[in-house]
């Protein structure tokens, strides 16, 4: 029995029965056969033993440029640079994808490195805001307003030369613009507030929606820009609006009292009016006494006149209800003044009974040069204590009579 021709493989020479097509090795293919009958063809047979075809050349010789295990090793090779190619292609296309998906975080990061000199001047308004409760001036809060209006301003230059790669950027932008402008209008607010005496709710009130509009614009960037918006956005001006409401609730109280001041002044005013032709009566009954022109007793009887009208008008003085401290200071300085005054005309009325009881006879007259006894001279005594407090008085009335246009007083005059 003839034995089963083999064949040798051309990649690591392993001899392998003539039926098998690969090498049972390497898996290399056989390439001894015969190219007629496919008949598998001994290293030194130039005919096939089957068909009797002439064996083609160059079939199983090994190529001259090809040595042992040459041919592996280029698979080798080949199979490493179209790995090499491969990844080089993987990895541009993940790069690619990586900066379009990732795209809003780089927008992210431009624009906290821009909120980043926003932060700390808002951050400054808020503390100063927040001591407003004990402020007696806006005019640290207006100086922070006005370093945080140039730092939004200048922010909004810097988004609008942003270029955005995508809708999602375009959107972002926007927002961001949006907030910036709104924080702008909202320090400008601030900076035009007026004198705290002077705020009002309308103020605090426009500040308010500035703020608002702000923060909803600043709202949609937290997911991208992260906490740092929310530390940008102006809060709520809540101590402004207490303040303004503080403010207000003062004034009204402050113009209550100013009405009911003025309705004292204008009181007083027809008080001084009323007893103001007291005193040239006085002084013509003293001089008509002295020189014995008319009787005595007319003059005392014109002078107890005046001591009657001057005691109503001391009685309605006594019932007012001062204001305020100053108008009770005021008030204080005419009651004594009057009551000094009204004092020095009871002690003058009973010199001029004196007289007529001692020096004057109807229808002669007088006796010589009427005397002046004790109660003339208590009566020039209280006259020029009441003299003295209505000096005060006047020195202390006059400014509220300016105040609210009346007439302004001295003392000879009432």
Known sequence: MEPMPRWECDQCGRENPGESRFCASCGAPASDRCSSCGQMLGRSDAFCPACGARRAEGVGKKPKAVEGGSSRRWWIIGG???????????????????????????????????????????????????????????????????????????????????????????GQKASLLRALRSQTRYANELIALPPINKLSLGSA???????????????????????????????????????????????????????????????????LSESANGRSEIISAIADTQNCSISPEDSANRVDSVVRNRQSVLDQLSALNPPNPQADHVASLLESGLEHSIEADRHYRDWMNF???????????????????????????????????????????????KKFHQRKWAEPEF
Request: glycine content about 6%; overall charge positive; some cysteine.
């Open 80 to 170: 490493a640079g179209a790995a090499i190619v491969l990844a080089a292609i993987a990895a541009g296309v993940l790069a690619w994808m990586a900066l379009r998906g990732n795209s809003h975080k780089g927008f992210a990061t431009r624009a906290r490195t821009i909120l980043q000199n926003v932060y700390p001047r808002q951050q400054t308004v808020t503390m100063q805001m927040r001591r407003l409760y004990r402020a007696k001036s806006l005019t640290p809060l207006t100086g922070s307003a006005r370093r945080l209006s140039t730092a939004s301003l200048r922010a909004q230059g810097q988004v609008a030369s942003l270029s955005a790669g995508n809708k999602t950027e375009e």
């Open 205 to 271: 009130q426009n500040i308010s929606d500035q703020a608002q509009q702000s923060r909803s614009a600043y709202r949609p960037l937290a997911s991208t820009v992260g906490h740092l918006v929310i530390k940008a956005s102006p809060p709520a001006p809540i101590p402004l609006a207490r303040l303004a409401k503080r403010v207000q609730t003062q004034r009204a109280k402050a113009h209550a009292r100013s009405i009911k001041l003025r309705a004292f002044v204008i009181k007083v005013e027809g008080f």
């Open 355 to 401: 007289v007529f009881d001692y020096y004057y006879t109807p229808p002669e007259g007088c006796f010589g040069s009427p005397p002046e006894n004790q109660d003339f001279k208590d009566g020039q005594s209280e006259s020029a204590t009441a003299t003295s407090y209505k000096n005060q008085f006047v020195q202390a009335f006059n400014p509220l009579a």
